[in-house]
């Protein structure tokens, strides 16, 4: 068990170009979240997969933002057209679905995006 | 208003200090309650979660929910240096497929003094 690894850990790119950060969850774990945090404030959840399926999309989410679970493993989460307005942590999360009780969410260590 | 209000903090203690960090919510539907301690330019790590009203303990950490009054607390007793971090409480409701979709608070920034 290596943890929820991302890759790059950080990222500096113009306004306006194309960013994509990949995540590898832990293991066998067939739930995988993608969440984005700004400075000061805690995470927000942007979406989630269960096996390759995505399930859910906040509202955060916006056309500029796609995300893909090919084969359930890995994850990619894509921004198109950069904005400045897109700076912040994009954490990734993953966790294995035993029941409602027993569904801890590990998190990944972030990959720092800086929108120049 | 947010669903998820914490005292934002920073919050200085010296060692050896027990140290109380807290938050409210609005939320109904929030299930599950989770604490969560990040440190600079870090991931989250979850500390202790729960799911009932009552306490939780676990070492030097113990987890407060009071479902009535939608406030749940962390305490931390004989706080460290290497406790400095930032702690976010976190509440869940389900997502489809029953994973759980996390609501955090904004953090509260804590460094213990040796």
């Known amino acids: 068990d290596t943890g929820v690894s991302q890759d790059p850990r950080h990222k500096i790119t113009k306004r306006g170009q194309n960013v994509t950060f990949r995540c590898d969850p832990i293991?066998?774990?067939?739930?995988l979240y993608w969440y984005r945090q700004t400075l000061g404030q805690g995470p927000e959840f942007l979406t989630y997969f269960q096996n390759e399926a995505q399930l859910e999309k906040s509202r955060l989410l916006s056309d500029r933002f796609s995300a893909e679970r090919p084969k359930g493993s890995f994850s990619t989460l894509e921004i198109q057209r950069t904005e400045q307005g897109d700076s912040a942590m994009y954490l990734c999360?993953?966790?294995?679905?035993?029941?409602?009780?027993?569904?801890?969410?590990?998190f990944g260590e972030g990959s720092w995006l800086t929108v120049v | 208003q947010k669903e998820v209000e914490q005292d934002p903090g920073p919050l200085s203690v010296p060692e050896g200090a027990i140290v109380s960090l807290n938050c409210t919510y609005s939320n109904s539907a929030f299930q599950y309650f989770m604490w969560y301690r990040q440190y600079s330019r870090k991931g989250p790590e979850l500390l202790m979660y729960?799911?009932?009203?009552g306490n939780k303990e676990d070492g030097r950490f113990t987890a407060q929910v009071d479902k009535s009054s939608k406030y749940i607390s962390l305490f931390i007793r004989d706080s460290q240096p290497s406790d400095s971090a930032t702690y976010l409480c976190?509440?869940?409701?389900?997502?489809?497929?029953?994973?759980?979709?996390?609501?955090f608070g904004s953090g509260t920034q804590l460094t213990v003094l040796p």
């Open positions: 976190a509440m869940s409701t389900l997502l489809l497929g029953s994973a759980r979709q996390l609501t």
């Open positions: 999360a993953s966790s294995l679905a035993r029941g409602p009780r027993e569904d801890t969410i590990y």
């Open positions: 293991s066998e774990h067939n739930r």
């Open positions: 729960t799911y009932s009203s």
